[in-house]
């Protein structure tokens, strides 16, 4: 099920409900198996990065 994370298209509030769980909890179990996820669109990061 993690597959569905990486797909731009799949919304983190998707991945949580076809994971079946709030997404502030699945927000948790992603930083506890240390993957990071961002809001932002690789253009947004790189604006951020370089602002």
């Not at 996820?37 to 370089?50: G, H, K, P, R």
Request: a negative charge; hydrophobic letters at 55%; aromatic letters at 12%.
């Amino acid at each position: 099920m993690l597959d569905a994370l990486f797909p731009i298209v799949t919304s983190f509030k998707k991945a949580a409900e076809i994971m079946e769980i709030q997404p502030d909890i699945f927000l948790e179990l992603l930083d506890l198996m240390g993957l990071e996820f961002s809001y932002l669109t690789v253009q947004d990061i790189a604006l951020e990065e370089n602002w």
